[in-house]
């Protein structure tokens, strides 16, 4: 396998010589487990760990490997080396971290396509793929919306859904598929690049280890049968893991039943666009689309111009990814004063 295999190019060649990188060895993060890494390398896979020098000089958590991620190592034992410094991301995907406020956590990095799946038969929401979106328009990434499972609905179900979807999402492909019967999957695998690498995103039994597993071609990941009681499906992927196709590398995902917005204003606004376009006439600039006089935002919802789902979605993201910023800024004030805290402690220290 060459390094272009796993998406290697030229720009991270620059960024190695330009970091004075070129005495390591490169690989890329395939799986991350706490402090431990697989890292995938021309020759083999090998599992790693940081120096401590890395360790504990970095100021936030975001700047530690992630799955995706290129890093300069050195071998020290057979099938064990060190991670001593990690590449420039090109793209960084991330949602907020589940119960802590103002943090993110990195879903993955290096990422060129989002693959947003969700099943039909299932607690389909058109509100849950525009969060998908605007994670993914946040994070520049190309994004493909793919409905699971459709052997399970009548084609006139379908076509209800598909069009609940177009309604909404514009300029976004969209493709039906069945594991099962393999429909649509041709369709997905004439879209992957080699070299380009794909991240799986949609809540827990839509069927992205089934669907890796069409794509590669034989059973590599385990799968789980939805509980009948509850429809709901189990965290069969329990952690991050990339995988090499002959053209494309896939990066599976655990199941995310939230998928909170953190401070993504490029992505909300990329994700309804519509309404921003509406907004330009509002007659305030700092128009909230709420109550105000002169709202074209609400003009166009009274005249049935606008869809109201797809609005109060908008609310409540951009209500979320306000409230996030708040949390994110009272956050670093917190920390910033800790830090001068600290620092005046050493200097007391140092007089006595």
């Known amino acids: 396998m060459k390094l272009e295999d796993l998406g290697y190019n030229n720009q991270l060649e620059e960024f190695r010589k330009e970091q004075n990188l070129d005495s390591f060895g490169i690989g890329r993060v395939i799986l991350e487990h706490r402090d431990r890494y697989i890292v995938r390398t021309e020759l083999s896979e090998l599992e ?15 700047e530690l490997p992630s799955v995706g991620d290129w890093v300069a190592i050195s071998e020290y034992d057979e099938g064990k080396a060190l991670i001593h410094a990690v590449f420039s991301r090109k793209s960084v995907l991330e949602r907020k971290a589940v119960g802590k406020l103002g943090l993110t956590q990195i879903i993955a990095t290096n990422i060129d396509v989002g693959l947003i799946i969700q099943s039909v038969n299932r607690d389909f929401s058109v509100n849950r793929l525009e969060r998908y979106l605007t994670i ?30 177009h309604d909404r999402i514009k300029n976004v492909p969209i493709i ?12 997905i695998r004439s879209k992957l690049i080699k070299g380009s690498t794909y991240c799986l995103l949609g809540s827990s039994g839509v069927g992205k280890s089934s669907l890796i597993n069409s794509l590669v071609g034989e059973e590599i990941l385990e799968t789980g049968i939805i509980s009948e009681s ?9 952690h991050r893991e990339l995988i090499v196709l002959e053209n494309g590398i896939l990066i599976d995902n655990p199941g995310m039943r939230e998928v909170g917005i953190t401070d993504m204003s490029g992505g ?17 600039s700092d128009c909230t689309h709420t109550n105000e006089n002169g709202c074209a ?27 996030f910023d708040s949390n994110a800024q009272e956050r670093k004030k917190k920390d910033k004063n800790l830090g001068k805290l600290i620092k005046n402690m050493k200097k007391h220290n140092k007089k006595y």
Not at 230 to 238: E, L, P, Q, S
Not at 268 to 284: H, N, P, Q, R
């Open 230 to 238: 509850i429809d709901r499906g189990k965290h069969v992927t329990t």
């Open 176 to 187: 039906a598929i069945s594991n099962q019967s393999k429909i649509g999957v041709d369709d």
């Open 136 to 165: 993914c328009n946040a994070s520049k990434i190309d994004p493909i919306i793919i409905l699971s499972k459709i052997d399970l609905i009548k084609e006139s179900e379908l076509e209800e859904l598909l069009s609940q979807v």
């Open 268 to 284: 909300v606004e990329m994700t309804f666009d519509e309404i921003l376009s509406l907004a330009i006439d509002c007659k305030y």
């Open 48 to 62: 790693c760990e940081l120096i401590g020098n890395l360790r504990f000089t970095v100021t936030d958590k975001s």
């Open 297 to 323: 935002v609400l003009t166009a919802l009274e005249n049935d111009e606008l869809n109201p789902e797809s609005y109060e979605n908008f609310l409540k993201m951009e209500k979320e990814r306000m409230h």
